[in-house]
């Protein structure tokens, strides 16, 4: 499979609890995105990478969030303490630069 | 400061009909736009893309129209089948952030 996979698919976490996925791209794409979606909104844009280089980070994003894509191929996105509103499905990416994204099936958080 | 908009959150259409779906931006810089369709329960799947040298680009039912000087693009599906029945989101390239999603209802 040359998709984009992501691990787990669901995930269910007491609150404060640590939770990480991981994002494996497609293996010559240099870009990953990761977004956030939440019921009846479209993903909102987290963060993402141009190899290993993290070049932007949403506003979105608070401190408890963090990603890593170490060697510029899959990446890592953890959420510390996690909060009920941190229940959404957590979509990942990957591009080559200047064409268009091809998306993995999603992480569905489950806070309770 | 979303710079991509879906101002319609749902279409219906009858099967066999013609639905346009549309897509506002503001960033002027934006060079390249795409269209994705979402099924629940998964990820969103690239459909069509447009670059800004082009003001149409086909592909088989489906087609983008890009107005610059509006800065409005719109999805064209036709005709329309029930299977098309999803939640299609645009996006700009440059900055890869999606507007809210329109939900397409194409009834038989």
């Known amino acids: 499979d040359t998709g984009v996979s992501q691990d787990p698919r669901h995930k269910i976490t007491k609150r404060g609890q640590n939770v990480t996925f991981r994002c494996d791209p497609i293996s010559e794409h240099n870009r990953l995105y990761w977004y956030r979606q939440t019921l009846g909104q479209g993903p909102e844009f987290l963060t993402y990478?141009?190899?290993?280089?993290?070049?932007?980070k949403s506003r979105l994003l608070s401190d408890r969030f963090s990603a890593e894509r170490p060697k510029g191929s899959f990446s890592t996105l953890e959420i510390q303490r996690t909060e009920q509103g941190d229940s959404a499905m957590y979509l990942c990416a990957s591009s080559l630069e200047g064409v268009g994204a091809f998306f993995g099936q999603g992480t569905r958080l489950t806070v309770v | 400061d979303q710079q991509v908009k879906q101002n319609s959150p749902s279409l219906s259409v009858q099967e066999g009909r013609i639905s346009i779906l549309n897509c506002d931006y503001t960033n002027s810089m934006f060079d390249y736009f795409l269209w994705y369709k979402k099924y629940p329960a998964e990820g969103p799947t690239f459909l069509i893309s447009?670059?800004?040298?082009?003001d149409k680009n086909e592909d088989g039912r489906f087609t983008v129209f890009l107005n610059k000087s509006a800065k409005h693009l719109s999805l064209h599906i036709v005709p329309s089948q029930p299977g098309d029945s999803a939640v299609y989101f645009c996006a700009a390239n440059n900055d890869m952030r999606f507007g809210a999603g329109t939900r397409l209802t194409v009834k038989p």
């Open positions: 447009i670059s800004s040298i082009k």
């Open positions: 990478f141009q190899n290993e280089a993290q070049l932007e």
